[in-house]
């Protein structure tokens, strides 16, 4: 089931932190992060997932085997994350893709670390006003739902460019389980069909897409019923033959353009022909002595997460006590900073981003000079900055290898299944990917948002995202490897898990198990899932000013610990895996 795992802390420790007790006084509690989820209805605790030489983490559990699997059969990270990719396009189409884009980054054996943009890009016809009406305001859902929302996908160029440079297995190897998995089809789980059934109104208006994801008589699949996508398998095929010239230059992209222009779209065949991935060097922070390296813009999520370790990094957070007021108050307010400095962040081919300023800690240190300890900032008093509207239905995976090879990849159709079509017979569902441009710069959007400038829809340009998959290292070794969707909650989810291990000790499951806390700047609110403060908590923070508010539960964060279960534990595994049961469907798989 989607988001249904009941996550709560042990009852002893809750009462520990309900005395406002800081985490030292608390680290007594035998498993003070007894979590436990549902499937089915049983209850089940979880502890890391061990892997003796490698270890694959996914949001859906058979793309997960199918990255163990090309491990275990002497492929290398990279083959393993291609494979995952393709498979996850079958097996979770609701953002999983061959039809959005997204980043990667990737950190070879010998300790280089790369970054690869492989993000869509607006269509040459593209224009700053083209989802405003005549009164200059947006036209609601024009950005979300059909083909004109579409922007040019990246996700095959970017699978064939990591394979291509460091890939060990054929091409048509770390294919083949995805085309299987479309050709056969697989049984659907309730998790599979909790996401099929988000998107049921948007298939019955295409054909394509209410052929594959619909009964003839318009009705969703059901729980144990098999989904085939035949058109897909074939679509795979002529990938796994001839690579992405078939997807950019032949029937492909032809069926694609084809279908944009029916449906009221502006792609054409220059913009398949004309698109290019990135590789750029990866944005890098140091927090307590561990090397992070995570998504330079087109993301802003790296930014922030950069500046909000950098503030945290003068606080000895660890005495201060695991979401007792005291963190939870250092952790906000250096969200909001950051939040509110991502101001005129873009592409960076469009436009100079200020990310050596932002993301320097002597900038930190001022920052700290001016925060107060004991009451809320006013988000008003800073300046604005630029969040990033985009979609939280995104999603991330993880990947090690034996030779230490790590590959952190998060990519999307941005809303899930897309705008909701279907590209012809190509059986390739599209992203709506316009929708993370500024469709009116200056005004805020549905969550309180502002457009930025620098994030103007302009022709071929790459919008403005959250997503950080992220890297992190020590005296030249692999230590984590983590990253979620979570549209602009993104960079704060990976905070959270990061922080979780190095400064309060949690196994890397625990720490992405940890009730979640939110801050954007703009709503001037503090956003926490069920059980992430404790009622004395909560109370502390509301007499300083912050206005807290509950919500479900977000994120999906698939996380990969080095060594042992947790920092300065070793164990006898290689890897340890973490997955986020936020969405029940995924599984740490071992290799």
Known sequence: MLFSGKLRYSAVFLTCMATGAPLPA???????????????GQAVGQAPMPGREGMVVTAQDIASHVGADILARGGNAVDAAVAVGYAMAVVYPAAGNIGGGGFMTLRTPDGHVTFLDFREHAPGAATPDMYLDGSG?????????????????GTVAGMEEVHGRWGRLPRADVMAPAIALARD?????????????????????????????????GTPLAVGEKLVQSDLARTLERIARDGARAFYEGPI????????????????????????????????????GYHIDTAPPPSGGGVALCEMLNILSGYDMHALGLHTAASVQ??????????????D??????????????????????????LPLNHAVPSASLHPGNAGGEKEETTHYSIADRDGMAVAVTYTLNGWFGAGVVAGRTGIVMNDEMDDFSSQPGAPNMFGIVGSVANAIAPGKTPLSSMAPTIVSRAGQPVMVLGSPGGSRIPTIVLSVLTGMVDYGLDVQQAVDLPRIHEQW?????????????????????????????????????????GGPRIGRAGQARYYGGADMRHQSGAAVGE
């Not at 001037?524 to 403060?533: I, Y």
């Open 253 to 288: 992209a032809k069926e694609i353009v084809k279908s944009s222009t029916k449906g009221g779209g502006i792609l054409s065949r220059r913009d398949f022909a004309s698109y290019h991935t990135r590789m750029m060097a990866p944005l890098s922070c140091d927090y307590r």
């Open 185 to 217: 089809g697989f049984i659907l789980k309730a998790s599979d069909v909790d996401l099929l059934r988000t998107s049921t109104a948007a298939f019955a208006k295409d054909p394509y897409a209410s052929k594959i994801f619909l009964h003839a008589d």
């Open 137 to 153: 305001h947006v036209i609601a859902g024009a950005s979300t739902k059909g083909w004109r929302a579409v922007a040019i996908p």
């Open 26 to 40: 608390c680290a007594a509690v035998s498993d003070p992060l007894a979590f436990e989820t549902t499937r089915g």
């Open 522 to 562: 703009q709503p001037d609110v503090v956003q926490v899932e069920k059980g992430a403060l404790s009622p004395a908590v909560e109370r502390t923070l509301t007499r300083e000013g912050y206005t807290i508010e509950e919500h479900a539960p977000w994120g999906v964060a698939e996380s990969i610990l080095a």
């Open 345 to 370: 962040l873009g592409d960076p081919a469009f436009v100079t981003n200020p990310v050596a300023h932002l993301t320097d800690p002597a900038y930190a240190r001022q920052i700290r000079q001016y």
């Open 330 to 343: 250092r952790e906000v307010e250096a969200m909001r900073h950051a939040y509110a400095d991502r101001q």
